[in-house]
T-cell receptor, first 114, second 116 residues
Framework: NAGVTQTPKFQVLKTGQSMTLQCAQD?????MYWYRQDPGMGLRLIYY???????DKGEVPNGYNVSRLNKREFSLRLESAAPSQTSVYFC?????????????FGPGTRLTVT | DQQVKQNSPSLSVQEGRISILNCDYT??????FLWYKKYPAEGPTFLIS?????DKNEDGRFTVFLNKSAKHLSLHIVPSQPGDSAVYFC???????????????FGPGTRLSVLP
């Protein structure tokens, strides 16, 4: 089991460029999440998908879009990158709603927007 | 305003001694709490959790204590080992009240250094 995988590991973008961060899990989890982590702050939820076919906004959704492609994959898209989106992005997944609260995290994507 | 606070950005402890990491929260609706450990260049990994119906949960060297009246929880690591050196995040959720129960609010983390 690879757990939760993310690509790419590192990315540098210029302001205004777009990109998609990919995430996949092989644990048959229903729920998936995208977080960002900034220095001195905890992880902040961008978007989540409670189950295949549904997505919802988290705490900081502005400037991002997501796609739950299938049960395994959940992608995060930056349509027009801004320096404020420089951060480390983590994808996570968890089991059935209301039965397993632990979230399993990927290794992260370090994004720099210049 | 941060709903989950970890007021100590860093903590140093001698190997073999007890490490105590603290977490305070402001939202009285929170009823489920987790601790995660994070090594550099890796994602956070789940360590231990506690529900608000308990005041203590133990797993090997790790114990979490919850004081609901003070809105305070702490993680005790005994004995501390050099491999415990990492950033520790506290997270809270109103699991019993949300539709999905999995929208956690994370604290900013405490960097623990265990010295040999």
């Amino acid at each position: 089991n690879a757990g939760v995988t993310q690509t790419p590991k590192f990315q540098v973008l210029k302001t205004g460029q777009s990109m998609t961060l990919q995430c996949a899990q092989d644990m048959n989890h229903n729920s998936m999440y995208w977080y960002r982590q900034d220095p001195g702050m905890g992880l902040r939820l961008i978007y989540y998908s409670a189950s295949e076919g549904t997505t919802d906004k988290g705490e900081v959704p502005n400037g991002y879009n997501v796609s739950r492609l299938n049960k395994r994959e959940f992608s995060l898209r930056l349509e027009s990158a801004a320096p404020s989106q420089t951060s480390v992005y983590f994808c996570a997944s968890s089991g059935q709603p209301l039965s397993s609260y632990e979230q399993y995290f990927g290794p992260g994507t370090r994004l720099t927007v210049t | 305003d941060q709903q989950v606070k970890q007021n100590s950005p860093s903590l140093s402890v001698q190997e073999g001694r007890i490490s105590i990491l603290n977490c305070d929260y402001t939202n009285s609706m929170f009823d489920y709490f987790l601790w995660y450990k994070k090594y550099p260049a890796e994602g956070p990994t789940f360590l231990i959790s506690i529900s608000s119906i308990k005041d203590k949960n133990e797993d090997g060297r790790f114990t979490v204590f919850l004081n609901k009246s003070a809105k305070h929880l702490s993680l005790h690591i005994v004995p501390s080992q050099p491999g415990d050196s990492a950033v520790y995040f506290c997270a809270a959720s109103s699991a019993g009240r949300d539709n999905y129960g999995q929208n956690f609010v994370f604290g900013p983390g405490t960097r623990l250094s265990v010295l040999p």
